[in-house]
């Protein structure tokens, strides 16, 4: 169940398990486990590969939003490939903080499913 904790959570970057525990060092290095509760968040190798689905809703949703608004705003007084262009622009610099939510998001998608006999942490 999503609580308002899981969901604070979530957008401060925290440990599924125990909600406190950052899960990147770095703008693109992710902790191997929480420095918290010591929960490893790449469970087995390749874990990750279904964040691609969650990176590419984010980035999808992210650009058209871009550029509706840089159409709606811009095209008029320049042209549409232009404004197209300002919306990529803008696009861009935001590419690491949907690479780190959507690493995130399906940690804390996929923490139901964790063995707890091979965990000593409680969950939440």
Do not use: K
């Not at 899960?23 to 968040?41: D, K, L």
């Not at 809703?57 to 490939?81: R, Y």
């Not at 903080?97 to 998001?105: E, G, K, Q, T, W």
Request: proline share 6%; charged share 15%; hydrophobic share 50%.
């Amino acid at each position: 169940m999503w609580t308002r904790d899981r969901v604070w959570a979530i957008l401060r970057q925290r440990c599924p398990v125990c909600l406190q525990g950052q899960m990147f060092s770095g703008i693109f290095t992710m902790s191997p486990q929480c420095p918290r509760c010591g929960h490893e968040f790449e469970r087995e190798t390749g874990f990750f590969q279904g964040a691609m689905y969650i990176s590419w809703a984010l980035g999808v949703a992210s650009f058209a939003a871009l550029a509706i608004v840089s159409t709606w705003l811009l095209a008029p007084l320049i042209s549409l490939p232009l404004a197209l262009a300002v919306a990529f622009g803008a696009y861009l610099p935001i590419v690491p903080m949907l690479f780190r939510y959507s690493r995130v998001i399906w940690a804390h998608v996929n923490i139901g499913t964790r063995d707890t006999s091979d965990e000593s942490t409680g969950s939440r």
